[in-house]
């Protein structure tokens, strides 16, 4: 897939923190409120948006909202423990595997069920990195052991995970329908030309 435009490459950075924005407050959704797109986001910033700074930029946004969130909206502060330091190694395996698809996204529609595949993979990994990082250096549970921790694994992993590849199938079938429209409006503009 090219880079993008700076117009767009813009565009979509704005779209994609305030997606997170929108979502990071209320986690696990209800009739009122998105789960988090947080991993969804992180995957699709490193598909389309790439630059290492950006990636930075966005970790940076999530803390930043973890905090106002924490500080000014009333959610617990249950999850900020040592394991926090691992949040941006889990969110660069979400951000990296999209980095590194980039390229092989080439408007073919088996290019797409890769990036869905790579995603699925990516945020199982992330997942597992943040969930267990949490259970086992957190310091919530008196006497952790594996039985407990795949366990809660999963428990909780299968709503990340779908929650997260959710939100980029849908970012996908929007970016093959847009595709779709700009080349065929290209070639309708050639034809009357």
């Not at 199982?124 to 943040?130: E, N, R």
């Not at 267990?132 to 952790?144: A, D, I, T």
């Amino acid at each position: 897939m090219k880079a993008l435009s700076v117009p767009r490459f813009n565009a979509l950075w704005l779209v994609l923190m305030a997606v997170m924005a929108a979502t990071r407050f209320k986690h696990f959704g209800d009739m009122l409120h998105l789960p988090d797109a947080s991993m969804a986001v992180f995957f699709l910033g490193g598909l389309y948006l790439r630059h290492h700074w950006t990636f930075v930029v966005m970790l940076l946004l999530s803390v930043a909202l973890d905090w106002v969130s924490i500080s000014y909206a009333g959610v617990s502060d249950f999850c900020i423990t040592l394991a926090y330091a691992f949040l941006p190694l889990a969110y660069a395996v979400l951000w990296y595997a999209g980095r590194w698809y980039a390229p092989r996204v080439d408007g073919r529609a088996m290019s797409y069920v890769g990036a869905f595949l790579v995603a699925l993979l990516a945020a199982i990994g992330s997942f597992a990195i943040s969930n267990g990082s949490f259970y086992w250096l957190g310091g919530r549970y008196p006497n952790p052991h594996m039985g407990e921790y795949l366990s809660r694994l999963w428990q909780w992993g299968p709503l990340f995970v779908r929650t997260t590849i959710s939100y980029v199938a849908v970012a996908l079938v929007l970016h093959a329908l847009i595709a779709r429209f700009a080349s065929s409006a290209t070639v309708h503009g050639r034809a009357r030309a």
